[in-house]
């Protein structure tokens, strides 16, 4: 006689696909049942477990990168958005007005660095810039 297959765990194993909590739970549910019966499914219930688990430690892979990777904080945004900016008498930031849902704040950016440009004459006396070249000679 051929044994059947258990059907909570290909159910199991289908649910494992869309839902991380109930599919796991059927799928431990059909191991259960499977070590009881002797039936067969301990396959489907193992790969719906498997695919849980992968699932989770991508969502947590996923959750780290966003928490360690650096991204714009909110100033560094506001000032990328920001208009009328001022030089201030440090030289080294301005104070710029950001402005959303009609609400105005003034803020204070650092100035982006500037590349030194050298203009140097060619023969037929037309100038060329270098945004390159190293200033230190």
Do not use: R
Not at 30 to 41: M, V
């Amino acid at each position: 006689m051929k044994k059947k297959t258990n059907t909570l765990s290909i159910i199991g194993f289908v649910i494992s696909i869309f839902s991380v909590l109930f599919g796991t739970i059927i799928c431990l549910i059909s191991l259960s049942q499977i070590k009881q019966t002797k039936e067969k499914g301990k396959g489907f219930a193992i790969a719906g477990i498997i695919i849980n688990l992968v699932k989770i430690i991508s969502i947590i892979i996923i959750f780290a990168l966003f928490i360690l990777l650096p991204g714009k904080s909110a100033n560094e945004y506001k000032c990328s958005k920001a208009t009328n900016c001022t030089l201030n008498s440090d030289g080294i930031t301005k104070t710029c007005i950001f402005e959303e849902d009609g609400v105005e704040e003034y803020i204070t950016c650092n100035q982006p660095s500037k590349k030194s440009i050298d203009n140097y004459g060619t023969e037929d006396n037309e100038d060329t810039f270098d945004y390159d070249k190293n200033t230190e000679d």
